[in-house]
Every structure is written in C-alpha cells, then in structure tokens.
C-alpha cells in the first residue's frame, strides 16, 4: 500500500471552519495565541469579529467561551491539544458541568509536535476528557475523516464536545469510503474473520498495513475506525468481537484510560475477547517527524503484527 | 472613593429600610441553616448579604433573553447560603429549601448550580466567574443587547492565576458593561490574607491594568449605591473593592477566620437579633 498525502489535517480543518462560518452565523472561534499554529486563522481571515485570541491564557480561554455559550453563541475554542489540558478543571467544572455548547477542537495531539518533545506530545488527553460526564470525543483519522466529521460537530452536535487532530502527519487513510458520519457510530475500513484491529487517528494506517501482511500470512483481518470515542460504538465492537474472537486496539495515546480501554470496557461487559492494547506506556521526546516516533515507541504495523501472530497462535 | 456618581435620584428612606429588612431576613436566615447543617460556609455568606442584596433589590434587570438582561455570577461560590437566602426573598426558591441545604434530598447545593432556578453560573472552584463573565458581556456587546453582568469574587481568591488573564483579558476586549466586586474582607481558607499572601496591593494592580477601580462599605447600602451608581457610568470594565467583615453580624464568628458556628450560637443569635 502506497502512502498518499493530502492536506494536513489542521490544513483542511481550518479550512472548512472558514467556511462553516459562512452558514454558522453564531459560529465564534476562540484560541490561546495559537491561531497560526492550529490553522485557526483561516477562520480569523473570514471572520476577524467572530475570532478571539485570548492571549497565553488557556484557563480564561475556556471560561471566556462558556460566557459566550451562555450568551447565545457557539464556540469553538482551538488549541493544542497539551495546552488545552492546562485548563481541564475549567472544562470540567465549566463547559461540562452545565453541558455548555462549547466544541474543544485540539490540532498537534499524540506525537505530531515531534521536534518540540514531550512538554508538547498529548498522550493523556482522551483519558482526561473521557472521564468527564456530558462529553463527547472525536477523533478523525485522516483529512477525509475531518470533512465528513467537522459540518455535523459544529452545525448539529449540541454541548461539550473534544475533536482531536494532529499536526502535518496525514496518511489517507479514508479517502473516497462512503460513509456518513454519525455521533456514536464507527465504521469498516477492512473486513475480516480471525482478528480485528480497532482504533482511531493516524495510526489507523499502520492498521491497514498491518491488516494487508497478516491476510498474506493467512490471518484475516478487520480494521475499523471508531472515529467516535465517546458515545463508542458498542454493538459494532460486539458484533466484531464475537466474529473475529481477538482484538488488537491501536491509538496515538497512553493505553491506560485511552482508546483500548474504551473498547476493553465494552468487551469485557458485552462479549470478553483476548485484547492487546498497542499505544503510549511513557511520555514521549524530540524526533524530526512523527513517523519516527511511532516507529521508536513500536505505535506500528510491526507491533500489530507481533501482537497479532501471539494472539492467534 | 467613597461617594460621587449619583445618577440624580437619591436613595429613599422607604427603599432603604425596605433593603435593610431583606439582608437581615437573609442574614438570619444564613444562620438558621446551621440548625440543619453545620458545614455550610456562614462566614463568607455574611460577608456578601449586603452586596448581593443591593444587586439584587435594586439592580438586577431580569429576563429569559441572554443579552438583554443582566447577569450575576457568583465566583465565590462558597458564599451560596448568602445567594440561596436572597433568592428565597426573591421568590425564585422556597423557604422550606433552605433548611434541605446539602441534603441529598435537597435542590441547594454546597456550591451554586444553574439547575437552581435564579442561578447564572455553577461555581465552586475559585478564580473562573471573572473569565466566564468577560465571556458574557463580551457577548452582550457583540449582539448589541443592554445586559450587564455583575461578578463578586473574594479576596482571597484573588490568589488564582486566572483572575490575571482574565482582569487582563476585560480591558483588552474594552467590556465596559462588566463589574467585578472584590470583597476585601480579610480572611481566606487557612488564615487571614496578610499572613497567607499579602493583598493590599490589588487596587494598584488593577487600575495599572486598566481597570476602574472603586471601593466602598459593602455592608453600608449608601455606600454600595453610591459606588455602583458611578460604576455604570464608566467607559471601562470596573472593579469595586468592597470592605466587608466576614461572619458580619453573628457576633461567634464574625471578623474571625472561623467559618462556621454551633446550633447553640446561632440560637443566642437569633434570640438576641
């Protein structure tokens, strides 16, 4: 499989944001002093009055967009992904305790800031929000995903909100795959009988990649891309669990309280599979490309096919 | 700076003793609550009854449209019996809840929820109602709406780092229909502020910034008339340091870091009030 490159994810999100803005007239954008950054700034380009840089303030900036929700608006606030986190007890005791309609959509998540090290690498952030009652988590895997996803997030989905996006690494992972997006709802990117490998993200890649070696090794292989974090697709995690018997769950993420343990929750409790949870154990540190990283902390299709040759042995 | 700004009608006699008679209902019933809960933070709440009375009694325009009403936030939100009193007085809430506070089969909480019908922001954690209120007037304004939004903090939680982005954030986003009350009573959590962190300071720091700074006797209403009047006619997001006295009033605790009283206290009190 030959790996593509589109528009980076942040590319194609600050993009349509701009145009959202267009339809979305209460559509208000609010950032941390990382407008260029987060591509934000396509947004301040269109609508200079509907864009707020709050200056270095990530705690103002989450309650300064749970006064504009209260005020009639609907906020998105962008950030990077570490940096928003400063202001997690804000987002919790705010935006999800009253259920404010207020959308966090984060860019440079996982490794993606790969140069800047592991003060900027977000491998605890779908923990953190997970946790939190009344929010939901998105995480697009690849510019396609963010296309279909971003319209729906910010013109129908109500109340507190977590779209997680990376930096420049984008391997088409979902171009041209009819699917309509739906809040809950995961799809099928590889059908499958003896293993399923299930996660969200970039790293759905190295999915495909490892689904592509284990079929010529005779292993049949499912991927699905959950897309939907939180509400997650429980009958389609069932359903696959019981067809295929194992799964592997892959994330750009710490594998405790991130995408594997999602998926772990609802096995264990609908249809319990031997698992394997391929994903962060440490923080991360410099590399020149997120590629790199992936390869150093085995987030790949090697690992996926070790794990996967354990489990189906 | 006491004074200055009447907008021409001065305050009547009847108006006066009709606000007098709230806030001490109010504040007797702050103390009542301890007869059913003894954990609740009375000292604090008595240092804002005055303020939240005038606000409320005289200020507050109220109204389902978010832009064009006005808005108080409670960023102190350990001053909740204060708020719950007034609100009964209000009529948004009955009597009977008082006495259910922190009950599990009660509607109030330890600290305020927007479930709580009269309720504008859940708080609790310190230092987010300046934020959040920036938000809403900055909203007001956008939209063209006459609301006006009112934030009452507490010295102590002028300790949060947040309350600098935010004091800084008002005057960059120029929310001249926003007014932060500072109540400057002398006393957090553990002590009183000198020891914990000194204060003294703030007034200078926020009109360096840009602010408005006023200051008055936050349990004087003249004072509090006199001092809001002036506010609403700047050009600029204003603070009020308030002089207050914690536990004000309730002779056990009053102007002590003590924020609570025995059932026997209360008792004298209201025997003797």
């Given at each position: 499989?030959?790996?593509?490159?589109?528009?980076?994810m942040?590319?194609?999100?600050g993009?349509l944001?701009?145009e959202?803005?267009k339809?979305?007239?209460d559509l208000?954008v609010?950032?941390?002093d990382v407008?260029?950054?987060?591509?934000?700034?396509?947004?301040?380009?269109?609508f200079?009055?509907?864009?707020f840089n709050?200056g270095?303030?990530?705690?103002?900036?989450?309650?300064f967009a749970?006064?504009l929700?209260?005020?009639?608006?609907k906020?998105?606030v962008?950030?990077?992904?570490m940096f928003l986190?400063r202001?997690w007890?804000q987002?919790r005791?705010s935006i999800a305790r009253?259920n404010l309609d207020v959308?966090?959509a984060?860019t440079h998540?996982?490794?993606?800031d790969s140069?800047?090290?592991?003060s900027?690498?977000?491998?605890?952030d779908?923990?953190?929000?997970?946790t939190?009652?009344n929010m939901?988590?998105?995480?697009?895997?690849?510019s396609a995903?963010?296309?279909?996803?971003?319209p729906?997030?910010?013109?129908e989905?109500?109340?507190p909100?977590?779209?997680?996006?990376g930096?420049d690494?984008?391997?088409v992972?979902?171009?041209g795959l009819d699917y309509?997006f739906?809040?809950?709802?995961?799809?099928?990117l590889k059908?499958g009988?003896d293993l399923?490998i299930?996660?969200?993200?970039?790293v759905?890649?190295d999915?495909?990649?490892a689904a592509?070696?284990l079929e010529?090794?005779?292993?049949?292989?499912?991927?699905?891309?959950?897309?939907?974090?939180?509400p997650?697709?429980?009958?389609?995690i069932?359903y696959?669990?019981?067809k295929?018997g194992?799964i592997?769950t892959?994330?750009?993420?710490?594998?405790?309280?991130?995408?594997?343990?999602a998926v772990?929750?609802?096995?264990?409790?609908r249809?319990?599979?031997?698992?394997?949870f391929i994903?962060?154990?440490?923080?991360?540190?410099?590399?020149?490309?997120?590629?790199?990283?992936?390869?150093?902390?085995?987030?790949n299709?090697?690992s996926?096919?070790n794990?996967a040759?354990?489990?189906v042995? | 700076?006491?004074?200055g700004g009447?907008d021409?009608?001065?305050?009547s006699?009847e108006e006066?003793?009709k606000l007098?008679s709230?806030a001490?209902r109010a504040?007797k019933?702050v103390?009542?609550?301890l007869f059913?809960?003894q954990t609740i933070h009375?000292?604090?709440?008595?240092?804002s009854i005055?303020?939240?009375t005038?606000l409320l009694?005289?200020?507050?325009r109220?109204g389902?449209?978010?832009?064009n009403?006005?808005w108080?936030?409670?960023?102190?939100?350990?001053?909740?019996?204060?708020?719950?009193?007034?609100?009964?007085e209000k009529?948004?809430?009955?009597?009977?809840e008082?006495w259910k506070i922190?009950?599990?089969?009660?509607?109030l909480q330890?600290?305020?929820?927007t479930?709580?019908?009269?309720?504008d922001?859940?708080t609790?954690s310190?230092?987010?109602?300046?934020?959040f209120?920036?938000?809403?007037?900055q909203g007001i304004?956008?939209?063209?709406?006459?609301g006006r939004?009112f934030?009452i903090m507490?010295?102590?939680?002028?300790d949060?780092?947040?309350?600098w982005?935010?004091m800084?954030h008002?005057?960059?986003r120029?929310v001249?229909?926003?007014i932060?009350f500072?109540?400057?009573?002398?006393?957090?959590?553990?002590?009183?502020?000198s020891e914990v962190k000194?204060?003294?300071?703030?007034?200078?720091?926020?009109?360096?910034?840009g602010?408005?700074?006023?200051?008055?006797d936050?349990?004087d209403?003249?004072?509090?008339i006199?001092?809001?009047?002036?506010?609403?006619?700047?050009?600029a997001?204003?603070v009020?340091?308030?002089?207050?006295?914690?536990?004000?009033?309730f002779?056990a605790i009053?102007?002590?870091v003590n924020?609570?009283?025995?059932?026997?206290d209360?008792?004298?009190y209201l025997t003797?009030?």
């Amino acid at each position: 499989m030959m790996q593509r490159s589109t528009l980076p994810m942040r590319d194609t999100f600050g993009r349509l944001l701009a145009e959202l803005g267009k339809t979305n007239k209460d559509l208000v954008v609010i950032t941390a002093d990382v407008g260029n950054s987060t591509r934000a700034m396509y947004f301040r380009e269109t609508f200079p009055d509907r864009y707020f840089n709050v200056g270095i303030s990530e705690q103002d900036m989450v309650n300064f967009a749970a006064g504009l929700a209260a005020a009639g608006f609907k906020p998105l606030v962008v950030n990077f992904a570490m940096f928003l986190m400063r202001a997690w007890e804000q987002i919790r005791n705010s935006i999800a305790r009253m259920n404010l309609d207020v959308k966090l959509a984060v860019t440079h998540s996982g490794y993606s800031d790969s140069g800047d090290g592991s003060s900027h690498q977000a491998l605890e952030d779908i923990a953190l929000m997970r946790t939190l009652p009344n929010m939901k988590i998105i995480i697009p895997a690849d510019s396609a995903d963010v296309k279909r996803t971003l319209p729906v997030v910010v013109n129908e989905l109500r109340g507190p909100l977590y779209y997680r996006m990376g930096r420049d690494y984008t391997p088409v992972i979902t171009e041209g795959l009819d699917y309509d997006f739906k809040l809950g709802k995961g799809y099928v990117l590889k059908d499958g009988e003896d293993l399923t490998i299930m996660g969200a993200g970039v790293v759905l890649y190295d999915a495909l990649k490892a689904a592509e070696e284990l079929e010529k090794m005779g292993i049949s292989t499912a991927v699905i891309n959950l897309l939907s974090i939180k509400p997650i697709d429980e009958d389609l995690i069932e359903y696959y669990a019981r067809k295929t018997g194992r799964i592997i769950t892959i994330e750009e993420h710490s594998i405790y309280g991130g995408i594997g343990s999602a998926v772990a929750e609802v096995v264990v409790k609908r249809y319990p599979v031997p698992m394997r949870f391929i994903g962060a154990t440490t923080f991360g540190r410099s590399a020149r490309s997120e590629r790199d990283l992936l390869d150093f902390y085995g987030i790949n299709s090697k690992s996926i096919i070790n794990a996967a040759l354990e489990l189906v042995k | 700076m006491e004074g200055g700004g009447h907008d021409g009608t001065p305050i009547s006699i009847e108006e006066l003793n009709k606000l007098k008679s709230i806030a001490e209902r109010a504040r007797k019933n702050v103390v009542r609550m301890l007869f059913y809960d003894q954990t609740i933070h009375v000292g604090s709440s008595l240092s804002s009854i005055e303020i939240l009375t005038t606000l409320l009694f005289k200020y507050i325009r109220e109204g389902k449209d978010p832009i064009n009403r006005d808005w108080l936030i409670l960023s102190k939100g350990h001053a909740a019996p204060a708020l719950y009193a007034l609100l009964v007085e209000k009529g948004y809430i009955s009597e009977d809840e008082l006495w259910k506070i922190q009950d599990i089969s009660g509607l109030l909480q330890g600290h305020p929820e927007t479930f709580i019908p009269g309720i504008d922001m859940s708080t609790g954690s310190l230092g987010q109602g300046l934020s959040f209120g920036v938000g809403v007037a900055q909203g007001i304004k956008m939209r063209g709406g006459n609301g006006r939004v009112f934030v009452i903090m507490g010295d102590g939680e002028q300790d949060e780092g947040e309350i600098w982005e935010a004091m800084t954030h008002a005057v960059a986003r120029k929310v001249d229909n926003l007014i932060a009350f500072i109540e400057m009573n002398g006393f957090q959590l553990d002590a009183a502020t000198s020891e914990v962190k000194p204060k003294d300071f703030l007034p200078d720091v926020w009109r360096a910034v840009g602010w408005k700074v006023l200051s008055c006797d936050g349990h004087d209403f003249i004072s509090l008339i006199n001092t809001i009047d002036e506010a609403l006619k700047a050009k600029a997001p204003v603070v009020i340091f308030a002089k207050t006295r914690r536990g004000m009033g309730f002779k056990a605790i009053e102007n002590t870091v003590n924020q609570r009283a025995s059932p026997d206290d209360a008792k004298k009190y209201l025997t003797n009030a």
